[in-house]
């Protein structure tokens, strides 16, 4: 938090520095790579790996249990300081230990996709989310970027995991008024943010110009004159 507010403090100061202008930007969303491998986990995997571990787990506690029982049996030399059963008892509590742990992650990541009804979680980066990226599907997270036309400078960003844009550039907008008070007269999008009852909503919300391209939409062709003068 106290980054993000030393950050939006940076953007008002070059907004009114006139470094931002904030007449017109562009916003478009980067898909990024989460600190995660590939493979994503869902309810089956964990339900499969929390087997195999409780599996391990009683076989750990039945293995200390002989250890116990051996050394009740057995009078051990006082004197002795390297006790050989100590020591394999040591490494089958620390790897006890580490069982337990593995368990705990793995039912928190289950209640973590139960609760917030998703398909796939990954351990090392629970909040990443599985999204299409130009190298497949990818651990990912989808960054929305709003870039000033003056200097190129961003303006404002957010990080999302949220798969689709289409839905995403009301929210931006509006996180946007929020947080730096101001709004562009003008914001151009690709396809990607093609949803005309969105963008109908943010220019009557905000007076905001929206510009976003049908290309690839069912809309029929669009056809103008170029007007050269006024590019």
Sequence with gaps: ELIKEVTN????????RDYIGMKRVAVDGSKIKA??????LDIKKIEK???GLETNLD???????????QE???????????????IIKEDKLEELDKLNAEIRKLKEAKERLITQNRKYISLTDPEADLMKTTDG???????????????????????????????LSEKVISNMNNELRTVPKEALFDGGYYNPDVIERIEA????????SP??????????RYDREKD
Excluded at 35 to 40: A, I, L
């Design 215 to 224: 290309i690839g939409k069912k809309e029929g062709k669009i056809s103008f």
């Design 35 to 40: 600190n995660s491998k590939r493979g994503m």
């Design 205 to 212: 919300e905000t007076g905001i110009d929206c510009y976003v």
């Design 59 to 69: 076989k750990y506690i039945k293995a200390l249990e002989d250890n116990d029982a």
């Design 9 to 16: 403090k940076f953007r008002e100061y070059l907004i009114e």
């Design 137 to 167: 599907k990818l651990p990912a997270y989808n960054v929305q970027a709003v870039v000033d036309d003056k200097y190129h400078m961003i303006a404002y960003s957010e990080v999302t995991t949220e798969q689709s844009d289409s839905s």
């Design 72 to 86: 009740d049996n057995i009078e051990i030399d006082e004197n002795d300081t390297n006790n050989d059963r100590d």
């Design 49 to 51: 790996r929390l087997e």
